[in-house]
């Protein structure tokens, strides 16, 4: 039954689902947490937030769109990439701030200048879209000075939920990997950011490194045609986040131990290494900027062997969002993990369907990337098993986006024995593609 509390808009729920049951001596109990946020919206709802005329902003946005050498080939690809800028420009809230930045091998303020963010209105986005008219290509890529100026804009605003979209066409060159590390470390937890490859020429684990590093999501843009629609939907999507840095706490008795937290929907992402800690036998997750939205969780914990009959609270998990004196604001909403210890065969052994199903979802994704890997360093034996069991899961689960997407790499011969044949020629984009979204999984049927 779903927890709701009252409180600031959105209200935050927590649902666990999981089989309590542990066999004598057992000690590995998972739970699938869902977490949902109601109240918030998106931009053309009916719930969508709305910035009242003459009050302090709630958000800033920055846009960094590449403008390297290579986006003039073909030069279709600047012009698509200036369409997309101004259509997220006109996507923004009344009262948003915001800037456009320019990225090759040194970021630049592309509007509006001076080390400061515009306030969107109609006279602001119109002087964005003309600074945008004035964009060429030429130059290199270093993608962490464009971050870098991201959060030094965005830190300057006053404002509840900071974000940013990159669009990047190439590899990173002209930074070494550790400058690239060293910029995203310095900018976890200050804003969150989207990230989109568009074209063919750039490095999927970069894109999709960024978007993980800070909390967004990643995607291809095959066709620069494309880019207009997917930078509204971002837009769109982030003027609909009302609160930001939530955060996942977990709390495990005394001899117990959290041995992963990772989201699990609407895409894969462990997020155990991120743990902070928060006292006594308390750790936080970092889980981003919320809107109107429900994501789950995949929570095991190690707990100590207790005989039959006895029962304990293995973890109790609950929302918190920390505050700028050091305190952290509780949302209320949390949920419960036990483990009960029993002989009854059937109850111990039986697998929660959620947590069944996930664990599948994870394996999926797993499986579609070392495959890819193994087919570009040419192991196409290893490639075809692993991707024949991705192809496996993906039927079984009811993954239908997925498994369309593994159908354009492999020819498919059985999709529930996981038997196929790797396509002799696959298209560069069919292959990002799939790479870039195979993390992306499908909720579970309550």
């Known amino acids: 039954m779903a927890n709701f509390v009252k409180s600031d808009v959105p209200q935050f729920s927590v649902d666990v689902y999981q089989n309590e049951y542990l066999p004598d001596g057992g ?69 948003t701030l915001f800037a456009v930045i320019g990225g090759t091998h040194v970021a630049k303020e592309v509007y509006p200048g001076g080390g400061r963010l515009a306030v969107a209105d109609a006279t602001t986005r119109e002087q964005a879209k003309q600074a945008l008219r004035r964009l060429t290509a030429g130059g290199g890529t270093a993608i962490g000075t464009w971050l870098r100026l991201a959060d030094r804009l965005l830190s300057s605003a006053d404002v509840t939920i900071r ?11 002209h930074e070494s990997p550790g400058d690239l590390r060293a910029a995203l470390d310095a900018c976890a937890g200050r804003f969150t950011c989207d990230a989109r490859g568009v074209g063919t020429d750039w490095e999927v684990k970069e894109v999709t490194g960024i978007a ?33 840095d939530v955060t996942l706490r977990v709390w495990t008795p005394v001899g117990s131990t959290i041995r992963f937290v990772k989201q699990v929907a609407p895409a894969v992402a462990d997020l155990t290494g991120r743990r902070t800690e928060a006292g006594p036998r308390a750790g936080d997750y970092p889980t981003g900027s919320w809107g109107d939205e429900s ?9 100590p062997p207790a005989g039959l009959g006895q029962e304990m609270l293995a973890a109790r998990v609950s929302l918190v969002v920390p505050q700028p004196d050091g305190t952290v604001r ?75 997407l593994l159908a354009k790499v492999v020819d498919v011969v059985d999709a529930a024995t996981g038997t196929v044949r790797l396509k002799t020629r696959v298209a560069e984009a069919d292959e990002m593609t799939l790479e870039t979204r195979s993390t992306k999984t499908v909720r579970v049927k309550k």
């Open 27 to 95: 000690r590995e109990v998972d739970a699938i947490v869902t977490v949902s946020s109601r109240g918030g919206g998106t931009v053309g709802s009916a719930a969508a937030p709305v910035h009242a005329p003459g009050q302090p902003a709630s958000a800033a946005v920055a846009v960094m769109v590449d403008c390297s050498g290579s986006m003039d080939y073909p030069p279709a690809k600047m012009r698509n990439a200036r369409d997309a800028t101004a259509a997220a420009v006109d996507t923004l809230r009344d009262g």
């Open 163 to 173: 974000h940013g979209i990159l669009l990047t066409d190439g590899r990173n060159e």
């Open 212 to 244: 993980s590093a800070l909390l967004g999501t990643a995607d291809i843009v095959a066709d620069p045609a494309g880019l207009a629609a997917d930078f509204t939907r971002m837009m769109e999507s982030a003027m609909g986040k009302e609160v930001a």
């Open 295 to 303: 994501r789950d969780y995949h929570l095991c914990v190690e707990v």
């Open 330 to 404: 509780n949302l209320g909403a949390q949920g419960l993990v036990r483990a009960v210890w029993t002989d009854d065969m059937a109850a111990s052994t039986s697998i929660n369907p959620q947590v069944a199903h996930y664990t599948g979802q994870a394996e999926l994704a797993q499986a579609i990337q070392q495959g890819l890997d193994l087919r570009k360093v040419g192991d196409f034996d290893g490639a075809t098993a692993k991707l024949g069991r991705a192809v496996q899961l993906a039927s079984a689960s009811g993954n239908a986006d997925t498994a369309k």
